[in-house]
């Protein structure tokens, strides 16, 4: 069973940025499309950023040009650098695989405040 370890969030102020990463059991994005969700008090969760294995990517449009999403195989690590945080980022980020075929880790908690 595939297990995320998510880390690398914290609390940033407004224009701040913090990279996020997301360490999987086994070598799994050579397999599948991985992604980055999170999830705002009182709101569903959502897809932020999601990458293909041979490594194209797609973004949210809340998030587009301010995000980055990357994975480095060799590490079984995903990465999402967020730039010019904005206080609706605020949430709890997953890292799952697209399909969303396994449990769900911990997450990791970016507050983005003054």
């Known amino acids: 069973q595939v297990q995320f370890v998510e880390s690398g969030g914290g609390l940033v102020q407004p224009g701040g940025s913090l990279r996020l990463s997301c360490a999987a059991s086994?070598?799994?994005?050579?397999?599948?499309?991985m992604a980055w969700y999170r999830q705002a008090p009182g709101k569903q969760r959502e897809l932020v950023a999601r990458?293909?294995?041979?490594?194209?990517?797609n973004y949210a449009d809340s998030v587009k040009g301010r995000f980055t999403i990357s994975t480095d195989n060799a590490l079984s690590t995903m990465y999402l650098q967020m730039n010019s945080l904005k206080p609706e980022d605020t949430a709890v980020y997953y890292c799952?695989?697209?399909?969303?075929?396994?449990?769900w880790g911990q997450g990791t908690q970016v507050t983005v405040s003054t």
């Open positions: 799952n695989t697209l399909g969303q075929n396994y449990y």
């Open positions: 086994g070598s799994i994005f050579r397999f599948y499309a």
């Open positions: 990458i293909s294995i041979a490594g194209l990517t």
